[in-house]
């Protein structure tokens, strides 16, 4: 995975009221922190991403150029190389991990930025998925450290419909009597290939499979893409870790925290970074007018959707021409 | 289940080569018909819906009027009505129950209606989903038989991604082992909660969850509606004859047959009758871009989107002010 750090914040108490024991951060850097301080982007993970996941939109000449700016690419939480269920010894492991939101994330990671790395302010959060999630989380916790947001196929808080459709994936996973209620010795092999089946229907916009898309990832066939991709993908990956991340993807809101108390659209309006909003225009979980909305309760954001048929994956590195895009749109803010 | 008929079809030669002995094709009839034959409608029913299902677009002063025309409503093969998985006998019950594909099913309703009913024209083929994969098979196997067509949030081919939307319900409920490769004695009933949850994602809009229509259906949140609807739902259905009839919709194709050689445009081109299409605009399995490249191949086709929020169910009784567009689509169709 290249070499990265490992953040040891020892007792962090959750907004659950439970206490992450031995709570790490693993995180990755690129490029040089300048003298004032004043060149870090923050870059936290996806869904089940590492920082290794993220370098698609770092280097040389693109808007994330390492020349320019210290880039921090923090893990989530739940994701197996940051804090998670498998890698924390008993008695809170596995089934036992603790609940996390994503703003427990965000307030870890700001501990890393100022106590561990002396920064202050970021010239940029940006994010793709649960990644723009967190972007926007800092940007709402701490207006004055953000001086832009970009989040890409991701949403400031987790609408109804995203809630269900991550229902049906973790209903997948744990019809499969080898979940075990989380305390299996070996994967829930067949559940994880459920789930990845569930999930390549939804990652994926209809028109991508119509135009037979995967073809350009390198798949022969629809069935080729859900065994070689989709299967293949899931079986990488621990059932109590995608569902710690689950959970915490459900549970999203910019606002559930004692400093807005639940009113979303307050928490919108004090974001006071410059924002640019990518959500794709074909994506099935985060469609479109859920970002349209944000915007428009933001104060000074721009709604800039990608004009792509790959789905949520309009966000990530599968299509040259949407990273392209994203790039684009980030070198514009990082420009203004 | 209200009256019904039993029509016997002895030993059919199916598509697979197979052969379903005791072929049963169960039936429910509307209005008379008339002397000359010539007001018979063909309404089949939908994925896992039953003769009863369709009664919410039958009625008097409606376009499907008993009062005017003879409406026969055949069950889908593998509904659990007419021959499926859950009534066949030793040795072609349950897993072992043949593989089914429209073409089969519409063969075996063209039997019915000729040797046992005497009608050789219909007025109108119209179904919602499943239902309008059957109309569709009809205008395209029998193009002097079918005077009209309309076809409701269905396609005269399941595309691919609606294909992998299917492999991810499939997966769901096989993936709990008390499926038993169809060899149950009771219903894997953790499988299909698990399916009906993932099923809600798809069969809805994410507009609908985010204006929170269920309440329109009685429900108070969204769990409540997974499990009251959804999970009720699915619940009271046999896994072995859902998955009979996922096998016949993922094999849909109007083309897929000696007639047409798999030369979807020609079977398209073939249609001859005047056809309404009925997408939902938010129907995401089948969405309206694969109706429009069906009607621009069709002679005399109209596309009529549903301009509703109800995803898939804009097609069905769950929304009245859909079904009276769908409705008034289908009186101005027989007028014409």
Redesign the interface.
Known sequence: MGSYHRYELGEVVLQSGLTLRGATLAYQTHGRLDADKSNAILYPTRFCGRHEDNEFLIGSGMALDPARYFIIVPNLLGNGVSSSPSNMPPPFDKARFPKLTIHDNVVMQRRLLVEELGIERLRLAVGWSMGAQQAYQWAALYPDAVERLAAICGTART???????L????????????WREGWYESQPR??L??????????A???????E?LYRQLGYSS?EDF?VGFWEGMFLSRDANNMLSLIWTWQHNDISANPLYGGDFEAALGAIKARTVVMPGRTD?YF?P??SAYEVDRMADAELRTIPSVWGHYAGGPANPEDAAFVNARLAELLAS
Chains 1, 2 share one sequence.
């Open positions: 609408s109804p419909h995203n809630h269900v459709f229902e049906g994936m973790k209903a997948a996973v744990t019809a499969d009597a080898a067949t559940g290939r459920a789930m990845a089946r569930g999930w390549a229907g939804w994926l916009s209809q028109t991508f499979y119509r037979e629809v859900l099935l469609p007018e859920d």
